[in-house]
């Protein structure tokens, strides 16, 4: 059966035809339409506007099947894990009985008491809902606990312990992964959790490439102290950041399983290398300022873990970021992955993206630069003698996003674009303190939302006032576009209104007791009234004139346009209100 017999038959010289047609009535004129309209990740690789079949890097295989592209298992959906820090058995169990169908504990000081394990998982039926630790120096009294609760109810815990065979607690993850390949067939000792590097800064082939590379090194310490690479490969479950970039989620996820079907085909255990993946919502994209949008945000995530193939996913709450989660936003967690299993149907289907030109292709590309990352981090000395080299490397791109996400080209909804100043931030009891990875943790939104929380202590809202000039249809755009701006770091803004008479103008901006303005009209009217406004709001007391736009004109200090450094307007903002800490 041909689907696309109905409709004409159109080829990629079409669409080149058509594209550049449309480029040249914007203004750009190009040969080539797919470099012009092309992007480039932060990995150098390219995104092509257009994908068809010759874009098919070769055969995926099959899901359930090496190198396992498709997906490690030929079952649909995936575990529901939800996350919990502090010892609330009721929360626990609501959380189980309302969707969830296996646990995540953050256990040790200021999180859950080893010895309040047992109150936790009092209602908990080990044998059917996994539980996975999260314990640090901790971990190996916590794997006793759960042990004995185990065995008093008879049953066979499942899960992962949350160990590493790395490091100071070398001994104790070698100890019970021995234990788990022995006597645990459902419980897995070695979690390699790649999430630091994500909320490092780092790019999806670092965090790629640092997760395989420490995967190699637990591997290595398993397989040297005894246990069959088969066994060893058995024992290790990796944890991967899901944002709300849908595809490169999706191709990410692909390119781990077949990064990790290479390292067991090496090994000599092909057949073993599905690597199991547990994906959680990027903790770094989140926003503590207008945080409802952080539903959209793990909703995408969510989406592209599940379509990924991810086998267990955590949503973060909304307010994960504030503190600790209310009820309410662990129950929105816990029912995006519902509706996405459920009613999306996405719980139907095993690999969605399987054949995507596009997703194959990205899919192929990811793979091959975090290979070569991995590679270079092996030659270093593996991924405990490359420390210098992993966060030298974190931070160049950490600041190549700070870059973009200052000059606005990487937006952040509610925060750089349309933020509201006058929003009532959310309030949460502090949040036990996360471990100790060795690198920074940041969010991208935190510069912008650092100078929010600066306006917000004010006595009273900076403010900056806007010098609107000709009739209201002439100057909206680009007053809209200094107001977005200039909210973004929360601050006030007032317009003068409709008018072009530069005494006035000064008048208004005189009543508004600020000492800021910016210039907000067409360019038209600024050749006719720019230099007359600016001259009339120094002389009312205006420190600093800006103009929305370009040009040069008496009395302007500086200009805002599109692709400006938003951060260092503000920041140079705040200087000329005296805006102190």
């Known amino acids: ?105 953050v256990v040790g000081d200021g999180a859950i008491p080893v010895d309040a394990l047992g109150t936790v998982l009092k209602d908990v039926y080990l044998d059917l809902a996994p ?14 606990a759960l042990f004995g609760l185990a065995a008093a109810r008879g049953v066979a815990p499942r899960g992962n312990l949350g160990a590493s065979c790395l490091g100071p607690s070398a001994v104790t993850g070698l100890e019970l992964a021995r234990r788990c390949a022995a006597d645990f067939p459902g419980l897995r000792a070695v979690t390699v959790d790649a999430t630091p590097y994500h909320d490092a800064g780092g790019s999806d082939a670092e965090e790629l490439g640092c997760s395989i590379a420490r995967g190699v090194a637990e591997l290595r310490a398993l397989t040297d102290a005894g246990l069959t690479v088969e066994a060893a490969l058995g024992q290790i479950e990796f944890r991967y950041a899901a944002t709300a970039d849908q595809f490169a989620t999706i191709a990410k996820l692909r390119a781990a399983r077949r990064m990790w079907a290479r390292v067991a085909e090496v090994c000599g255990a092909a057949e073993h290398g599905a690597q199991r993946q547990h994906a959680v919502t990027s903790s770094a994209m989140m926003t503590a300022r207008d945080p409802w949008v952080n539903m959209l945000r793990t909703t995408l995530a969510c989406f592209a873990a599940g379509v990924g193939g991810a086998d267990a996913v955590t949503v973060r709450p909304f307010d994960a970021c504030l ?39 990205r899919t ?41 996400i200052a000059h606005r080209r990487f937006p952040i909804t509610g925060v750089t674009e349309y933020p509201n100043p006058h929003e009532e931030p959310l309030r949460r009891d502090a949040a036990p303190a996360t471990g100790e990875t060795g690198l920074p943790r940041v969010r991208y939104a935190q510069a912008f939302e650092a100078l929010r929380d600066l306006a917000d202590a004010q006595p009273e809202r900076p403010k900056v006032f806007l010098a609107t000039i000709g009739p209201v249809a002439v100057h909206t755009a680009r007053a809209a576009f200094a107001a977005n701006l200039f909210q973004a770091g929360g601050l006030d803004v007032e317009t003068a209104g409709p008018g072009a008479d530069p005494e006035q103008i000064a008048t208004a901006f005189a009543v508004s007791g600020t000492t800021v303005a910016c210039l ?62």
């Not at 038959?9 to 009535?25: F, M, N, Q, Y």
């Not at 999306?344 to 194959?360: F, K, M, N, Q």
Request: hydrophobic letters at 40%; proline letters at 4%.
């Open 520 to 581: 907000c009209s067409s360019d038209k009217l600024y050749a006719q009234h720019a230099a007359a406004v600016a001259t009339a709001l120094r002389r009312a007391g205006a420190r600093k004139v800006w103009l929305a736009g370009k040009g040069e004109y008496e009395g302007v200090d500086a200009r805002l346009y599109a692709g400006c450094d938003a951060l260092a307007v503000l920041r140079e903002t705040f200087e000329d209100l005296e805006v102190t800490r």
């Open 131 to 144: 539980v996975v630790l999260e314990a640090g120096e901790r971990t190996g009294e916590a794997a006793e």
């Open 1 to 105: 059966m041909e689907l696309a017999a109905g409709f004409t038959s159109t080829t990629r010289e079409d669409w080149r035809t058509l594209a550049v047609e449309v480029l040249r009535k914007s203004g750009v004129e190009v040969d080539s339409p797919e470099a012009a309209l092309a992007t480039t990740t932060y990995d150098g690789i390219t995104v092509a506007p257009l994908y068809d079949q010759d874009d098919l890097p070769g055969d995926p295989g099959l899901p359930g099947a090496a190198p396992y592209v498709r997906g490690g298992r030929t079952v649909p959906g995936w575990d529901v894990r939800q996350r919990h820090a502090v010892p609330d058995p009721e929360a626990v169990l609501a959380d189980l009985e309302n969707g969830a169908t296996s646990l995540w504990l």
């Open 364 to 404: 192929a590309d990811l793979a091959e630069a975090a290979w070569g990352w991995f590679q270079e981090i092996e030659a270093a000395g593996g991924i405990t003698a490359a420390g210098t080299l992993v966060s030298g490397r974190i931070a160049a791109t950490r600041a190549r996003r700070d870059d973009d």
């Open 323 to 361: 503190g600790l989660p209310d009820a309410f936003s662990r129950r929105i967690a816990r029912n995006t992955q519902s509706l996405l299993l459920e009613e999306s149907g996405l719980g139907r289907v095993v690999d969605p993206a399987g054949g995507s030109w596009y997703v194959e292709r």
